[in-house]
């Protein structure tokens, strides 16, 4: 006991030390049951008894022999009585202050013969005290108990100390701060179906630890093995006995490769869906073992480590697809009820719950069974209302046995359930994931998105017949204006009817035709639609009587449209949406005489504007163009292309004999029509009025270019052009565009070609039959450009390198890319992989890094000349 040095102040030699060792006594406290406690034992007789303890009887004897000494000494302390009294008055003072001391709590960390070690718990500190400073009975405490105490200081070394020391409730007590340590011994089975505990050792001061641990105090599902590095926190069970709790892997000694799926990504970093338990890991792009480049829906296999306190996904290597499997999917087709269907809209942020929706189903045992579903379990993402019947199937996951709904299809039976109002309609227009839909029973087309089509494995097309339901759009901020159309289901062709059918086989007579309501002799604007029409009109007999009918170009025989003065045999119906009477099956039964006003001889032409289900030719001569509408022609429309040689008859409307449409239209071999001769001078001019096609207001239909002089401010020779002048069909020439041409035989410009400055830029993006440009002609619009104006149908991604020539319409001031070439093909790296370290700042107003020398080898030249050759593992070169 005398060997320890922190107690060798508090060990006296004899009796009659220094007297500051007898004041000791003050710092005695009460006992539970009120009795002083003194520095020594105290005897049930109220003797005194020291560290070496002998029996009662030499007690007494000892005590009656040392009777003259005591009086002799209280002699002496009455002598010193006024001395002391002023060191008294000092050591209450002190004692006071001790008194006021903060109380602290801690663990029993160790026991020797006389005195222990106390580990603290609300700081990292190991303190030494003596038996002699525990209110209570020694025997009665062991190592791992909970006490409180309070910290003084050795009066001689100055160093802390535990005094006042108290048991307190057996609870359990941890260490706020975290230790280190290593796994010595493994959690395993005992054979009788429990499990022994484990060990780990950790390092205090020099001496070594060891504290038991079980399979419930280890954080997160991982298994510890021997020699692993774990942090964890000291605790005292309800027994009093130390133990590691809220034990943490740190870095395994032998690293466990996990397995997941790549369930989301952002700019740098992910999170990896595990797949031994529902968890999500966070992984960096860095962590890739083999630089392999990680993509959202990747199987993968990694290592977990612990960092900053979080768990993290290592060492991450790409494993082939359908290498994980998270879940065993039941063949079986279930039949349900929907019970509560998924939130949409902004209700989904405050959704918690990862299956919110609830399935009813029958069970095999014929009892009631509920089963839950998430947004992924849709075949599609239509809307499901309460009580939908539906059919499903039971996935049940591998990681914890969770049973969910999945592969759920709406049935038709729950249209009659729900009692909501179906309406059909047939599809007009298809964007890019949504399109518009031409209802039956309301006249303002219907927005609809592809998620709301119930049958996902079907494309959506123009012209296709569907059922759906109508609501009102509650994310629009017009939602009191703006519906949409959801529940979307196929039909079979022929199923939708706009019109019942009134009366069959009525005869009449055509008064007037059917004109297109964009149709005149100019060039039809862009904005303007091919289905705005103006409808012509029947007159029939009804009982006596003459009554007027409308009818449209789609309800009669596009090879043999109806003129005026025509007998007619067609169908009354009436319009669902607006209950108008309107003729339909409209067929000519007997032509009139003087109803084709046509000079019945074929003429020949050119191709040189072609819109959305028409177009125009341009004439011979060159000086005039006449629509035509694709009905009349005679092939297939989408192989047409600007220039063909066509040739048609004429059919003249009106009676003015103003109004003229090709019929009959029949694409020509390639050089049926003569060309004139071209001369060899080639000149350079500008344009001084384009063709009718990009400026419809104008009078003349053919453009006009001046050559360029000599002489600044003369005005130079005029020829005319027309669609076959130009080397590029597709080229918009405009007012002040300079141009290269030559003069053919007949005085009029040939081979015009733009002189425009080439640009180039980057593709920012592409949607389909279009695109856009990384290029800003208007602040924050990205430049525009169509597919066919791509030059050797060349495929184009983001990111890829053009030249083009930009183009802005002096009608519209819209800006556009023609004559798109691609230069080379997108090879940089992703964003997310380039390193931090190479991008640049162009703050100028920081500090900035000069070279003052380049670096140089140990001779003087720039790197090193000795040459770097192969050599294999430990073997040295000679």
Known sequence: MSSDPQWKSFQPSTMDSDTAILDFKTLSISSPNGSPYNNGREGNDGSFNGDNNTNSSSNSNSFNQSQPRERERERERDQREPQQSQQQQQQNNSDGAYQSATRET???????????????????????????????????????????????????????????????????????????????????????????????????????FFLPYNKDDVEGNVTLRSGDKVSFQIAANPRGNLGASHVRLENPAHPVRYQGVVCSMKESFGFIERADVVKEIFFHFSESKNKEEIRLGDDVEFTI?????????????????????????????????????????????????PLPGRIKYRAADHSESEVAFGDKDQKGDFTLKHGDWVSFRLAI???????????????????????????????????????????????????????????????VSVGDEVEFTMIQDQASSFSHMRQRAIRIKHLSPHTVKFENVMEQNVSGSVTKDVLPGYWNQRSPSKNQSNDKTDPGTITYTVNDGKKTISYSLKDCDHKCLPKVGDQVEFDIAQVKRNKELVAINVRVSQRAASGDRGDGQLHQGYIAALKDGYGFIENLAHDMEVFFHFSNLDGDANKLELGFEVEFTLNIRGTSGTCMSAENVKVLPKGTLKAPTVLPDVLDGKVVRPLRSVNPEQDQYAGLIEASTETEGEKGAEYEFGITSLTNKRELLQVGDPVNFQVDSQGRAANVAAIRKKRRATVDSVKGLFGFLAYEVEEGKKLFFHMSEVKENATLQAGDTVDFVLVTNHRTGKSSACNVTKVCENTQRPERLISRLRTTSVDDTGPKLTVLRQPKGPDGTKGFTIVRVPRLPGVGVE
């Open 305 to 353: 480590q612990t960092r900053n306190g979080k768990e993290v996904a290592c060492n991450i290597t790409v494993l082939p697809r359908g290498s994980i499997i998270f879940e065993d999917v039941n063949d079986e087709i279930m039949k349900g009820q929907v019970l509560k269907p998924l939130e949409r809209g902004q209700n989904v942020r405050h959704q918690n719950d």
């Open 106 to 208: 801690g663990i029993i960390e160790k026991l020797l013969h006389s005195y222990g070690f106390i580990q603290c718990c609300e700081r990292q500190a190991r303190l030494f005290f003596h038996f002699s400073q525990f209110s209570g009975n020694i025997e009665h405490l062991k190592i791992g108990d909970p006490v409180e105490f309070e910290m003084t200081y050795d009066r001689r070394t100055g160093k802390p100390i535990a005094s006042f020391i108290t048991k307190i409730a057996p609870e359990v007590v941890l260490s706020e701060e975290r230790v280190t340590g290593n796994v010595t011994t493994e959690i395993r089975s005992d054979g009788q179906g429990g499990e022994t505990q484990g060990r780990i050792s950790y390092e205090n001061r020099g001496e070594c």
């Open 397 to 459: 996951d591998r990681r914890d046995g969770l049973k969910r709904a999945t592969d759920i299809s709406l049935l038709d039976e729950s249209f009659n359930v729900s009692g909501e109002r179906r309406e059909q309609g047939v599809v007009t227009a298809v964007k890019d994931g949504y399109g518009f839909l031409r209802c039956v029973e309301r006249e303002p087309k219907l927005f609809f998105h592809f998620s709301e089509v119930l049958n996902v494995d079907k494309d």
